[in-house]
């Protein structure tokens, strides 16, 4: 009698356990660290529909900007490690410790996809008394404080950038800092700046239009999308041992999120990376695919760290030295 009270509990108690539904069952929040417009902005929302669809679900993306993306950066990692929350990132957390922003960085997260890799460039306004590097140079030398250089904050581009060129050719410059390089970028047209350290990707319609010139591309080989824009090492060779370099954009979730939804959030943005007009966009941007995920995202992501804050320590802008943090030196 007891045996068949037992059983008939047990029984109803597996009827009632809950069918659990597949994810995603909600919607997904996609939190931008960067302005609308921007390099990052971009990218992100022009690969997530492509996933969406792939998904069955639906990615509502926000900016969030300010504190060099540490905001957005912070909400996600403060949040459920469910997988209804992911982060569009750039480089700049891999940089917080040493530029004491912050004690996370992406060892924090899951990479679901690092994207692509941009092409730095300076880019300066249309009637900016000067057209190459080296006359970039020397007018500032004869003009110290006047040229004014849009900045987005420590370890962003263009402060990785300037890192560069400070090490050989210290500038005397004015820094007007901005909440990523698409407002930046307005300022610039807008006569705000001079100057702009950016991604090939975010300028080059700018530079098509008219509406700013390109001093330098900041690799070893000309950029196919603007083959008549010298690089920095036709007039500086002595840049080459910082290149090729560039900033990057992903897609992470907290750690601690389920492997399955991992699982299913890497095979949706890497098949959306695939996607014939995601392709075109990231080629036609001067972007250089990646798609990469999971043991290939963590070595690029610690290579990148390792070089990026080695340089921007030895030119004497961290708060730290990387070895305190355990970032190897290249």
Known sequence: MLKSVI??????????????????????????????????????????????????????????????GAIALN?????????????????????????????????????????????????????????????????????PKAVKFGSTGPGGLPS???????SETPLDVTFVPYDGDGPALTGLQGGAIDVMP???????EGIKGGKMKAI?????????????????????????????????????VKKGTPDDIVAKLVAAYAEAAKNPEFTALIDGRGFKMLSLSGAEAEAFLAKWQSDTAWLVHGAGLTKASPEEFGIPKP
């Not at 929040?29 to 921007?38: N, S």
């Not at 982060?87 to 060892?107: C, I, Q, R, T």
């Open 160 to 166: 990785v950038v300037t890192a560069m060129i400070n």
């Open 198 to 204: 950016a991604v090939l990707g975010a300028a080059i």
């Open 75 to 143: 909400q996600v990692a403060d949040g459920e490690a469910d997988g209804y929350t992911l982060l569009f990132g750039a480089e700049n957390p891999l940089l917080y410790k040493v530029m004491g922003l912050g004690d996370k960085d992406y060892s924090d997260f899951t990479p679901i996809n690092v994207i692509a890799r941009g092409v730095p460039m300076l880019v300066a306004r249309p009637d900016a008394p000067f057209n190459t590097f080296p006359e970039m140079v020397d007018y500032i030398k004869a003009n």
């Open 7 to 68: 059983g008939a509990v047990v029984a109803l108690g597996l009827g009632a356990l809950p069918v659990f539904a597949e994810y995603p069952e909600k919607e997904i929040q996609g939190i931008i660290q960067w302005g609308a417009g921007g390099s990052t902005d971009t990218v992100s929302r022009a690969i997530t529909p492509h996933a969406e669809a792939v998904l069955g679900g639906t990615v509502v993306m926000q900016n969030l900007t300010g504190g060099v």
């Open 216 to 252: 330098a591309v900041f690799d070893t080989e000309p950029a196919p999308q603007l083959p008549e824009a010298a690089t920095i090492v036709s007039t500086n060779p002595e840049f080459a041992k910082y290149l090729p370099w560039g900033p990057f954009f992903g897609v992470f």
